[in-house]
């Protein structure tokens, strides 16, 4: 990548996007911004307590997103957004057209354990499933690239780095 864009760090709960934004970001030396920040208190609640998130309760917290992104525009920056259908996705782009995708990618059960070890999240493994049936992956006319989450924190933002630097984007 040429130009600062901005990344969105994608995909289902527990792929570590909260760990390995941070990482992106430093690499690509822009700033990072954790999207679990940008729900409102009634998102958390929901979630905190099992119960998936409506489109209706996602539009605030991807309009927030999206806000933060379209500032960023130019001077790059990492956030985190799980972005699970391409209609949220759009709507990222229609408030920062610029942005690209990251898109963690991993096997279940991997993703489960590691859901298991961490502490103090809000989102129980009990979502898990929601997730997965909600996902839609990216397109190939999204700007964006998938990377695999087996490995070490680090290894997997050094192939996240790797895949954009590949990525054709239009400036």
């Not at 690509?28 to 999207?35: D, N, Q, R, T």
């Amino acid at each position: 990548m040429s130009t600062p864009h901005v990344v969105v760090i994608m995909g289902v709960a527990g792929t570590g996007k909260t760990t390995i934004g941070p990482l992106l970001a430093d690499r690509l030396g822009v700033p990072y911004a954790e999207g679990d920040d940008f729900h409102p208190p009634r998102n958390v609640e929901k979630m905190s307590s099992g119960t998936p998130l409506t489109d209706d309760d996602r539009g605030p917290w991807l309009d927030a997103i999206g806000a933060w992104a379209h500032g960023r525009e130019g001077r790059g920056g990492v956030v985190s957004s799980s972005a699970l259908k391409r209609a949220y996705r759009d709507r990222l782009r229609a408030a920062a057209p610029g942005v690209v995708f990251v898109h963690l990618t991993g096997d279940r059960e991997l993703i489960e354990a590691r859901m298991r070890e961490r502490k103090g999240h809000f989102m129980p493994t009990a979502l898990l499933d929601s997730q997965f049936a909600t996902l839609q992956p990216l397109g190939a006319d999204e700007a964006g690239v998938a990377v695999d989450v087996a490995g070490s924190p680090q290894e997997i933002a050094e192939r996240a780095v790797e895949a954009l630097r590949g990525l054709e984007v239009p400036s």
